[in-house]
């Protein structure tokens, strides 16, 4: 079952800020997260394991409320190169899981 | 260089024909996974193989099939029963709990 991320698509001005959510409706072991150019293949930002670990670098970081099945992306004063499509990716337990990605949502941000 | 490697690039298929989509990986990971893509509807699970000579199906896995002899390599073929095959597809390996990488993708279009 595909986590669900808000909001659908975002639109930004160079500087200012975004969040992005992913939840899902199982408990979680895992949640990746990831940005897609148009056309080209996804590219890694980060991955936070069980245990409500945040992670970040540069200006984009992550948490991860595994109570509420929820992780949210921070994507601080932004620049041109973030835009693109988010996906979070959910896997629901250790060993053996699937990995399971969001509809995603788009990120444009203007000069 | 490790990675993932997918063929062709751009693929077209006639209405009838099986196809089959090259994924090749040189990460020695474990678990495979083949993604097909429209617009807006993310990255949907068709196949995925956490160990070789073994493969489950995913949400999406009618009118496609999967192989998996070699750890390094987890064709797909598009079949004569998937009856609305153009799109974006996309080849992944995993190991362990990390991140998934991603090959550059395949456009299939129909004629």
């Known amino acids: 079952q595909q986590p669900v991320q808000s909001p659908q698509a975002v639109i930004l001005r160079e500087g200012e800020d975004a969040v992005i959510n992913c939840s899902s409706s199982?408990?979680?072991?895992?949640v990746h997260w990831y940005r897609q150019k148009h056309g080209e293949a996804p590219v890694f930002l980060m991955i936070?394991?069980?245990?409500?670990e945040q992670k970040g670098h540069d200006k984009i970081s992550a948490s991860f409320n595994e109570k509420k099945q929820q992780s949210s992306l921070y994507l601080t004063a932004s620049q041109l190169s973030y835009s693109g499509t988010y996906f979070c990716?959910?896997?629901?337990?250790?060993?053996?899981?699937?990995?399971?990605f969001g509809k995603g949502t788009m990120l444009l941000v203007s000069p | 260089d490790g990675g993932i490697t997918q063929s062709p690039k751009y693929l077209f298929r006639k209405e009838g024909q099986n196809v089959t989509l090259s994924c090749e990986q040189n990460l020695n990971h474990d678990a495979m996974y083949w993604y097909r893509q429209d617009p807006g509807q993310g990255l949907r699970l068709i196949y995925y193989s956490q160990i070789v000579n073994d493969f489950q199906k995913g949400d999406i896995a009618e009118g496609y099939s999967v192989s998996r002899e070699k750890k390094e390599s987890f064709p797909l073929t598009v079949t004569s029963a998937q009856k609305n095959p153009t799109a974006f597809y996309l080849c992944a390996s995993q190991g362990g709990q990390s991140e998934a990488f991603f090959g550059q993708g395949t456009r299939l279009t129909v004629v």
């Open positions: 936070l394991l069980k245990g409500g």
């Open positions: 199982k408990a979680l072991y895992s």
């Open positions: 990716g959910t896997e629901e337990n250790s060993g053996y899981s699937t990995l399971t």
